[in-house]
């Protein structure tokens, strides 16, 4: 669901999120824990990736890993 193109275009970042981003990895072996698949793990960064590029275009403020991974 929701725009092809706007999942095209994070299916790579979530890909080299999950292998090379520290928080983002633990969030995805969390997840695995609980039982996901490998789709709904790619699909969970993707929107982690998403919330945290809304954060900062609003707020104005510059990415803040501690601040963005808290939630």
């Given at each position: 669901m929701g725009s092809s193109r706007l999942r095209a275009?994070?299916?790579?970042?979530?890909?080299?999120?999950?292998?090379?981003?520290e928080a983002i990895r633990a969030m995805g072996e969390r997840l695995r824990e609980r039982g996901k698949t490998g789709k709904q793990i790619v699909c969970a960064a993707m929107r982690k990736l998403l919330n945290i590029a809304y954060g900062v275009l609003k707020s104005g403020q510059p990415f803040d890993a501690k601040l963005a991974l808290a939630h």
């Open positions: 275009g994070l299916y790579m970042p979530a890909i080299s999120a999950l292998t090379y981003n």
